[in-house]
């Protein structure tokens, strides 16, 4: 978090400098993809904890762990626990449930 942290903070002091760059390098995190170790029941304790820390700076994306290790089944529900817990824990994480859904449709 102190890594992510210090990135966005470099690239707003070059932003605010009087006699800033033509190119400011962007070296902020956008985005972390986190993997989530298929354990058979849902997120850890610790995983739940550090990603409610992590979402507060970087856009999270969830990503199971050898899922090609699970049956189609296994994977659909342990899938179904994490965004679960996810939820039910208050994590944002993506893709978002606002942006699966089409204008079109829902119009």
Known sequence: LEFINDQY??????EVNVSRKKHIPDTRVHVCLYFISPTGHSCRPLDLEFMKRLDKVVNIVPIIAKADTLTLEERYAFKKRVREDLEFHGIQFYPMKSLDEDEEETA
């Open 9 to 14: 903070e470099k690239y707003l002091s070059e």
